[in-house]
Nanobody, 126 residues
């Protein structure tokens, strides 16, 4: 239901723009981006409320990452700028039907999502 693309390898300071397409026309109200570094737990860092486009970002990515959407294409984008080696990991998007508390820390919690896309590798070299 969620198809993720757009990962890759860049040098520190570079940019990438993964995307997450909803392929089954489901009426998701909240979508989010997560990442998992080697040996670490999956962590959420950015969410978007589909109905109004409001976003929530963790401190670790504020000012560098921006989540946006193109509702006509049923796609959410993650613009990642000024990438750091610590940003390396597998990136996932997730979705849920409820939009409640999407634009809050709840919106980037792993446990509130039941629909996940496949991961895409992001590697940032120093």
């Amino acid at each position: 239901q969620l198809v993720v693309s757009g990962g890759g390898s860049v040098q520190a300071g570079g940019s990438l723009r993964p995307s997450c397409e909803v392929t089954n026309k489901a009426d998701f109200r909240c979508m989010a981006w997560f990442r998992q570094a080697p040996g670490k737990e999956r962590e959420g860092f950015s969410s978007i409320t589909i109905t109004d486009g409001s976003t929530f970002n963790a401190d670790s990515v504020k000012g560098r990452f921006t989540t946006s959407q193109d509702r006509a294409k049923n796609t959410v984008y993650l613009q990642m700028n000024r990438l750091k080696p610590d940003d390396t990991g597998v990136y996932y998007c997730a979705a849920r039907l409820s939009g409640i508390l999407c634009d809050s820390a709840t919106g980037i919690s792993v446990g509130v999502y039941n629909i996940w896309g496949q991961g895409t590798q992001v590697t940032v070299s120093s």
